[in-house]
């Protein structure tokens, strides 16, 4: 009887001990509402603290390299010349390292988790996702010709998570993305290059996704995205609403606050 009191209270006081750094480190749900809110630096942290605790959880590898992307974009602005405004700026070459060293660290962790399971659609989605991401910020914030295995990387990816499973919602907007960047931002040549895209059916799932019914913060993504492309389809009342939506949920997003402010009295 002894022994088994002290058994019991050992796990008891184990648990609370788990407990406790969840507590300290947060939860993923908390870096995501911080993440949408535009609390890019706060997102992170949390998510870093995160990966510290579960290092090769990928939902937190994959949210804070978002977030540093974001930071980054933010801290170069509109200058049209990206390598004078990287050059210039305080924040970015800490930011830089920290992105380079996580992505490349989670890479490593989904590639081990897909040589043990090739099937694993989990690890197949943040792959792909890692690997955008890196895309995004050298191709698309920096202006840099590099990524190209990341792309193609991230396209297969994909596509192996939607050939399995075809209603994979995060998966379909990733990939929807590719469709719309490779259509609209590519030169006809580069565009074939690169496998092809197809802004309408892009519009098309980024659409359906936001209307779907799905966990909180999936549902999340999926308007941002779709508020994002209205943007540069120019879709100002559509944009408007997006953004009027997305509002309720993250009231403290600044972002999405100034674009009503400004866009308030746009005709629909």
Not at 78 to 105: I, N, Q, V, W, Y
Not at 107 to 134: H, T
Request: with cysteine; charged share 25%.
């Amino acid at each position: 009887m002894f022994l088994l009191q002290h058994v019991l209270l050992f796990i008891a006081a184990a648990a609370s001990a788990g407990e406790t750094a969840q507590s300290s480190a947060g939860t993923l749900a908390d870096a995501q509402r911080l993440y949408f809110n535009a609390k890019y630096d706060q997102a992170a942290a949390a998510a870093l603290a995160l990966t510290g605790s579960e290092p090769d959880n990928l939902a937190a590898c994959e949210l804070r390299t978002s977030a540093i992307l974001f930071q980054l974009k933010g801290a170069l602005g509109d200058a049209p010349d990206r390598k004078k405004a990287l050059a210039e700026c305080a924040s970015c070459g800490a930011l830089m390292t920290a992105f380079e060293r996580d992505t490349t660290r989670c890479q490593v962790v989904a590639r081990q988790k897909l040589a043990a399971a090739p099937g694993d659609e989990s690890a197949l989605f943040f792959l792909g996702k890692l690997d955008l991401n890196f895309v995004w910020l050298h191709l698309g914030t920096l202006g840099r010709k590099t990524g190209w295995g990341e792309y193609w990387e991230a396209r297969r990816s994909l596509d192996a998570v939607l050939a399995k499973n075809p209603a994979n919602p995060r998966a379909r907007v990733a990939r929807a993305w590719i469709d719309y960047i490779v259509d609209t931002r590519m030169p006809r040549l580069t565009r074939w290059v690169l496998g092809g895209g197809n802004k309408k059916r892009a519009l098309q799932v980024m659409k359906e996704s936001a209307d779907a019914e799905s966990d909180f913060f999936i549902h999340a993504e999926a308007m941002f995205t779709l508020w994002d492309v209205q943007v540069r389809e120019e879709n100002i009342p559509a944009a408007l609403e997006a953004a009027r939506a997305i509002a309720r949920d993250f009231p403290e997003n600044p972002e999405v606050a100034r674009f009503i402010d400004k866009h308030a009295g746009a005709k629909r």
